[in-house]
C-alpha cells in the first residue's frame, strides 16, 4: 500500500496568554506537518498548529508514534490504515497490509527492476525476475523462460495443447507441429500430411510400397514412377514402375525391346521411329535385288510331236549340278505350250494348249525333274506355235480367254497365276498358284523371286507365232500376245531370253528368238572377244542341251557382273515434310553389277511436327543406273506423340 502524504493548510495563531503576553510554545516556529520529525506524534505537542494534537493530527496518520509494535519489529501492529513504508520506498510493507515484500530495502517494492539471477526479488512477485502473470517463471524478456509472461497458462511447466495457438510450454515450435518435424500440420494450413509421425513430412524420401506417403506427395505408395499405374506386384497393372514411359496404354515404341504398354510384347515397325527434332544416321545396302546372284530358270518346252527327244533329254538336275559354281541359289520352273486350240492352230481334242504351267519356280528339284518326265507330246496343228504367247503367261500371269466369253474351259483357255477382279474371268477361278510349294515367290505367271534374275529359257524346233509379225491368231482376252507384249513383260521383269534352237535342220525359230533378246539386252560375249554383243540362242542337239543351257545361264551371270554404269545414285522422290536431309555418298561411279549391293548412309531429321497422336508418313527412295531406276523401296517414318 502506498502511503499519501496529506499537507493541511492553516491559519496558524500564536498562543497567547489571558493577558495577551507569549508563551514558550507560540514562541517556537510552526512544523511544516505533525509528524514531520520523529517523536513529534507522541510528544503531546501541537507542532504545526493546526489544534490537533499527536496522533489526533492527520499528519501522524501511520506513524510508529501512533500504532502499537506489539512484535517489536520497529512497525506498528497496524490499525487498518494506510501501512507502514519503513524504507520511504512509497509502497508499504506487507505486514501494515502493504504489498512491499522487502520494507528494509527501497529498492525492493512492486513494479522494481527485477534483474533474473541475483537471488532477490525485488518487484516483490514471489521470484527471481519478471513473473508478470505470477505462473512461477520469469519473462523471457527479463531473462527468464516464460514465452508469455501475461498468460499464466504459458510457460516451460505447461504441457503442450496442439493447434489451439498458444505456445503453452514456451518450446519455441509451432503449435501446429505435434510430430516436431518441422512441418505443421496440412489441416491448419501445413504440409504435413501426417502430425501424428515425425518420419512422415515432405522432406522425407519416400520408402516405396510400405503403404505410407511417406513425402506427402498425395500419390500412390505403390506408383514409384509417378505415371499413375500401381505396380502389377501389388495389385495395379503397371509392368514396370521404374519407368514412368510405361503403362497399359502408353505409346510403345517399336524394336526397342520395351514393352512399354504392358500388352506382353514389344511393338516392331518394318520402317523407322523419328522424334519430332530428332537427328538420325541410317545405312542402307542397296542393289540386291537388281542382282543378287539368285536366279529363277523357267524352261518352256514346246511339246509337239516332234519334240519328245528333247523334252526327255533335258535334265534339271544335271543342270542345277553344274551351275553350283555360278551361284548357290537357283530355283526352276517348267512350263509347256503347243499352240491355241483354234483352227488348223492346234486342237484341243489331242491336247493341245497355248500355255501350261507344269511346275512353278521351286528349290525343290525333285518336283521340277518330276514334272518334266511326265510330260506328253501333243499334236501342235500347223507348223507355227504358241511360243509368244507361252512366254507372255510365263512372264505376267496374265491368263487368257479364248472366245472371251468370260467363263473358263480347261480344254481352251488358261487360267491366271493369282486369281484377280480384273483377270479374263472377274475373278471367279482359282490361279495356279500354289502357296505350299517350297521356294519361289509370287510374281508374274511362274512365282518369280523379286531379288532373282528371271531366265527364260525358250526350247522348240517352230517359229514362234507372233501377231506384231503378222502371225493369225484367236483374238481372245485380253489379248493375242506378240513379241512387243513380251519384250515390255521381259524389261519390266528384267529378264534375260535364251533360245534353244532343237530344228537342227532348217533352224526355223532363230531369227524371233534372236529378236526377242536383242530386244531385252539379252547380250553375252559367247565368242570370248570382251564385248556384250551376243544373244544367248543356239541351235542344239538332245545330247548337248543341258550343257548348252549351262554355258548360257554361266555367260549370263558373267555378263550381269561385268556390266559398267557410270554412275548410280540414291535419291529420296517422295519426301513430302524433308525429313531426308543428306545421302552419303550422293553417288557411286563406274560400277558394275559384280560391285553390288552398294551401302548408302541417310541422314534423318525430325521436321514433321509432334502432336497427340502417332504421326506417319512414307518417304519413296530410288536407286537409279545411268538415269533409269533400277531399284526403288518405301520407309515407313513414324513420329511418336507428345
Same mark, same amino acid.
Given at each position: 500500500?502506498?502511503?499519501?502524504?496529506?499537507?493541511?493548510?492553516?491559519?496558524?495563531?500564536?498562543?497567547?496568554?489571558?493577558? &495577551?503576553?507569549?508563551?514558550?510554545?507560540?514562541?517556537?516556529?510552526?512544523?511544516?506537518?505533525?509528524?514531520?520529525? *520523529?517523536?513529534?506524534?507522541?510528544?503531546?505537542?501541537?507542532?504545526?498548529?493546526?489544534?490537533?494534537?499527536?496522533?489526533?493530527?492527520?499528519?501522524?496518520?501511520?506513524? *510508529?508514534?501512533?500504532?502499537?509494535?506489539?512484535?517489536?519489529?520497529?512497525?506498528?501492529?497496524?490499525?487498518?490504515?494506510?501501512?507502514?513504508?519503513?524504507?520511504?520506498?512509497?509502497?508499504?510493507?506487507?505486514?501494515?497490509?502493504?504489498?512491499?515484500?522487502?520494507?528494509?530495502?527501497?529498492?525492493?517494492? *512492486?513494479?522494481?527492476?527485477?534483474?533474473? %539471477?541475483?537471488?532477490?526479488?525485488?518487484?516483490?512477485?514471489?521470484?527471481?525476475?519478471?513473473?508478470?502473470?505470477? +505462473?512461477?517463471?520469469?519473462?523471457?524478456?527479463?531473462?527468464?523462460?516464460?514465452?508469455?509472461?501475461?498468460?499464466?497458462?504459458?510457460?516451460?511447466?505447461?504441457?503442450?495443447?496442439?493447434?489451439?495457438?498458444?505456445?503453452?510450454?514456451?518450446?519455441?515450435?509451432?503449435?501446429? +507441429?505435434?510430430?516436431?518435424?518441422?512441418?505443421?500440420?496440412?489441416?491448419?494450413? %501445413?504440409?504435413?500430411?501426417?502430425?501424428?509421425?515425425?518420419?512422415?513430412?515432405?522432406?522425407?524420401?519416400?520408402?516405396?510400397?510400405?503403404?505410407?506417403?511417406?513425402?506427402?506427395?498425395?500419390?500412390?505408395?505403390?506408383?514409384?514412377?509417378?505415371?499413375?499405374?500401381?505396380?502389377?506386384?501389388?495389385?495395379?497393372?503397371?509392368?514396370?514402375?521404374?519407368? *514412368?514411359?510405361?503403362?497399359?496404354?502408353?505409346?510403345?515404341?517399336?524394336?526397342?525391346?520395351?514393352?512399354?504398354?504392358?500388352?506382353?510384347?514389344?511393338?516392331?515397325?518394318?520402317?523407322?521411329?523419328?522424334?519430332?527434332?530428332?537427328?538420325?544416321?541410317?545405312?542402307?545396302?542397296?542393289?540386291?535385288?537388281?542382282?543378287?546372284?539368285?536366279?529363277?530358270?523357267?524352261?518352256?518346252?514346246?511339246?509337239?510331236?516332234?519334240?519328245?527327244?528333247?523334252?526327255?533329254?533335258?535334265?534339271?538336275?544335271?543342270?542345277?549340278?553344274?551351275?553350283?559354281?555360278?551361284?548357290?541359289?537357283?530355283?526352276?520352273?517348267?512350263?509347256?505350250?503347243?499352240?491355241?486350240?483354234?483352227?488348223?492352230?492346234?486342237?484341243?481334242?489331242?491336247?493341245?494348249?497355248?500355255?501350261?504351267?507344269?511346275?512353278?519356280?521351286?528349290?525343290?528339284?525333285?518336283?521340277?525333274?518330276?514334272?518334266?518326265?511326265?510330260?506328253?507330246?501333243?499334236? &501342235?496343228?500347223?507348223?507355227?506355235?504358241?511360243?509368244?504367247?507361252?512366254?507372255?503367261?510365263?512372264?505376267?500371269?496374265?491368263?487368257?480367254?479364248?472366245?472371251?466369253?468370260?467363263?473358263?474351259?480347261?480344254?481352251?483357255?488358261?487360267?491366271?497365276?493369282?486369281?484377280?477382279?480384273?483377270?479374263?474371268?472377274?475373278?471367279?477361278?482359282?490361279?495356279?498358284?500354289?502357296?505350299?510349294?517350297?521356294?519361289?515367290?509370287?510374281? %508374274?505367271?511362274?512365282?518369280?523371286?523379286?531379288?532373282?534374275?528371271?531366265?527364260?529359257?525358250?526350247?522348240?524346233?517352230?517359229?514362234?507365232?507372233?501377231?506384231?509379225?503378222?502371225?493369225?491368231?484367236? &483374238?481372245?482376252?485380253?489379248?493375242?500376245?506378240?513379241?512387243?507384249?513380251?519384250?515390255?513383260?521381259?524389261?519390266?521383269?528384267?529378264?534375260?531370253?535364251?533360245?534353244?534352237?532343237?530344228?537342227?535342220?532348217?533352224?526355223?525359230?532363230?531369227?524371233?528368238?534372236?529378236?526377242?533378246?536383242?530386244?531385252?539386252?539379252?547380250?553375252?560375249?559367247?565368242?570370248?572377244?570382251?564385248?556384250?554383243?551376243?544373244?544367248?540362242?543356239?541351235?542344239?542337239?538332245?545330247?548337248?542341251?543341258?550343257?548348252?543351257?549351262?554355258?548360257?545361264?554361266?555367260?549370263?551371270?558373267?555378263?550381269?557382273?561385268?556390266? =559398267?554404269?557410270?554412275?548410280?545414285?540414291?535419291?529420296?522422290?517422295?519426301?513430302?515434310?524433308?525429313?531426308?536431309?543428306?545421302?552419303?555418298?550422293?553417288?557411286?561411279?563406274?560400277?558394275?553389277?559384280?560391285?553390288?549391293?552398294?551401302?548408302?548412309?541417310?541422314?534423318?531429321?525430325?521436321?514433321?511436327?509432334?502432336?497427340?497422336?502417332?504421326?506417319?508418313?512414307?518417304?519413296?527412295? =530410288?536407286?537409279?543406273?545411268?538415269?533409269?531406276?533400277?531399284?526403288?523401296?518405301?520407309?515407313?517414318? =513414324?513420329?511418336?506423340?507428345?
Amino acid at each position: 500500500m502506498r502511503l499519501n502524504r496529506v499537507i493541511l493548510a492553516g491559519l496558524f495563531t500564536l498562543g497567547c496568554t489571558d493577558d &495577551g503576553e507569549k508563551t514558550d510554545e507560540t514562541a517556537a516556529s510552526a512544523a511544516a506537518y505533525e509528524g514531520d520529525a *520523529p517523536g513529534e506524534c507522541s510528544d503531546g505537542a501541537d507542532n504545526d498548529r493546526n489544534g490537533a494534537y499527536d496522533c489526533d493530527d492527520p499528519g501522524c496518520a501511520g506513524s *510508529p508514534d501512533c500504532d502499537g509494535d506489539g512484535d517489536g519489529d520497529g512497525d506498528g501492529d497496524g490499525d487498518g490504515g494506510d501501512g507502514t513504508d519503513a524504507d520511504g520506498d512509497g509502497f508499504a510493507s506487507e505486514a501494515s497490509g502493504g504489498d512491499d515484500c522487502n520494507d528494509n530495502d527501497s529498492d525492493v517494492y *512492486p513494479g522494481a527492476a527485477d534483474p533474473l %539471477g541475483d537471488g532477490a526479488d525485488q518487484n516483490c512477485d514471489g521470484s527471481d525476475g519478471v513473473d508478470a502473470d505470477g +505462473d512461477g517463471w520469469p519473462s523471457e524478456a527479463g531473462g527468464g523462460q516464460d514465452c508469455d509472461d501475461t498468460n499464466a497458462g504459458a510457460n516451460p511447466g505447461m504441457g503442450e495443447t496442439w493447434y489451439d495457438g498458444v505456445d503453452a510450454d514456451c518450446s519455441g515450435g509451432s503449435d501446429f +507441429d505435434a510430430d516436431l518435424d518441422g512441418h505443421d500440420y496440412d489441416v491448419y494450413g %501445413g504440409d504435413d500430411c501426417d502430425d501424428t509421425d515425425a518420419d512422415v513430412n515432405p522432406s522425407q524420401g519416400e520408402v516405396w510400397y510400405d503403404g505410407m506417403d511417406a513425402d506427402c506427395a498425395g500419390d500412390s505408395d505403390f506408383d514409384a514412377d509417378a505415371d499413375g499405374h500401381d505396380a502389377e506386384e501389388w495389385g495395379g497393372d503397371d509392368c514396370d514402375d521404374t519407368d *514412368p514411359l510405361t503403362y497399359p496404354a502408353a505409346y510403345d515404341r517399336p524394336d526397342d525391346e520395351v514393352d512399354q504398354d504392358c500388352n506382353g510384347d514389344d511393338r516392331t515397325l518394318e520402317g523407322l521411329v523419328l522424334d519430332e527434332g530428332a537427328t538420325l544416321s541410317e545405312s542402307y545396302t542397296l542393289g540386291s535385288t537388281f542382282f543378287s546372284g539368285a536366279l529363277d530358270v523357267v524352261f518352256l518346252m514346246d511339246t509337239t510331236g516332234t519334240m519328245s527327244g528333247t523334252i526327255s533329254a533335258l535334265s534339271v538336275a544335271t543342270v542345277d549340278s553344274d551351275l553350283i559354281t555360278v551361284t548357290s541359289d537357283v530355283n526352276y520352273g517348267y512350263a509347256t505350250f503347243d499352240d491355241y486350240p483354234y483352227g488348223s492352230f492346234g486342237y484341243a481334242s489331242t491336247g493341245d494348249t497355248a500355255f501350261s504351267l507344269r511346275q512353278q519356280l521351286t528349290d525343290s528339284l525333285s518336283l521340277v525333274q518330276t514334272a518334266t518326265v511326265t510330260t506328253a507330246v501333243h499334236y &501342235g496343228g500347223d507348223a507355227t506355235e504358241s511360243g509368244m504367247e507361252a512366254l507372255y503367261q510365263a512372264l505376267v500371269g496374265a491368263g487368257y480367254d479364248l472366245n472371251c466369253d468370260r467363263l473358263y474351259s480347261s480344254q481352251y483357255d488358261i487360267l491366271p497365276f493369282i486369281e484377280d477382279p480384273s483377270d479374263p474371268f472377274a475373278g471367279s477361278e482359282v490361279g495356279t498358284y500354289d502357296s505350299t510349294t517350297p521356294g519361289g515367290g509370287d510374281l %508374274g505367271g511362274m512365282g518369280f523371286r523379286g531379288h532373282a534374275t528371271p531366265i527364260m529359257v525358250v526350247i522348240t524346233d517352230a517359229t514362234l507365232r507372233d501377231p506384231d509379225m503378222g502371225d493369225p491368231t484367236p &483374238g481372245g482376252c485380253p489379248l493375242d500376245a506378240g513379241s512387243n507384249a513380251v519384250i515390255s513383260a521381259a524389261n519390266d521383269m528384267g529378264a534375260w531370253i535364251v533360245g534353244m534352237d532343237a530344228d537342227t535342220t532348217a533352224s526355223s525359230p532363230n531369227s524371233r528368238l534372236h529378236y526377242l533378246a536383242e530386244q531385252t539386252g539379252s547380250y553375252i560375249d559367247s565368242d570370248g572377244d570382251g564385248a556384250l554383243d551376243d544373244t544367248p540362242v543356239w541351235v542344239v542337239s538332245d545330247s548337248d542341251l543341258n550343257g548348252q543351257v549351262v554355258e548360257a545361264i554361266e555367260l549370263i551371270e558373267e555378263a550381269e557382273r561385268s556390266t =559398267e554404269y557410270r554412275q548410280v545414285r540414291l535419291e529420296a522422290v517422295v519426301d513430302d515434310y524433308g525429313l531426308v536431309t543428306d545421302i552419303t555418298p550422293a553417288s557411286y561411279s563406274a560400277v558394275t553389277k559384280g560391285d553390288l549391293p552398294l551401302d548408302f548412309d541417310v541422314e534423318w531429321t525430325g521436321n514433321l511436327t509432334a502432336s497427340t497422336d502417332i504421326q506417319t508418313t512414307t518417304v519413296r527412295f =530410288e536407286l537409279s543406273a545411268d538415269g533409269v531406276a533400277i531399284e526403288s523401296f518405301d520407309v515407313l517414318v =513414324e513420329v511418336p506423340p507428345l
